[in-house]
């Protein structure tokens, strides 16, 4: 069964840090383009960062380049998003999706992927 399990959410006040893990089961993420994505109460969900699946490539969205840097583990079929110097606007819930067929000048962009993971919640407040 192919799952996306998302972790390490949670309340962090501002200027705090964070890590997420995006943990894969049922296939492995060596081969897939990854993307963070974030939604708010009210909002759409936007992209944040993605990673691809030949050489590693990053693409960030605006609002988080130079905070947020997201990384994958093969051996351990996780990827990660650390996110320093939190502000109360990137709260939200968090969700990493996957796509082996993704073209990754559209990763951050759209959220068309085939595969989400259900989200983990990051607070930033005092």
């Known amino acids: 069964q192919v799952q996306l399990v998302e972790s390490g959410g949670g309340l962090v006040q501002p200027g705090g840090s964070l890590r997420l893990s995006c943990a894969a089961s049922g296939f492995t993420l060596d081969y897939y383009v990854i993307g963070w994505f974030r939604q708010a109460p009210g909002k759409e969900r936007e992209g944040v960062s993605c990673i691809s699946s030949l050489d590693g490539s990053t693409d960030y969205a605006d609002s988080v380049e130079g905070r947020f840097t997201i990384s994958r583990d093969n051996a351990k079929n996780t990827v990660y998003l650390q996110m320093n110097s939190l502000k109360p606007e990137d709260t939200a819930v968090y969700y990493c999706?996957?796509?082996?067929?993704?073209?990754?000048?559209?990763?951050?962009?759209?959220?068309?992927?085939?595969?989400w993971g259900q989200g983990t919640q990051v607070t930033v407040s005092s």
């Open positions: 999706a996957a796509d082996q067929s993704k073209l990754f000048k559209l990763c951050v962009s759209s959220s068309k992927y085939n595969y």
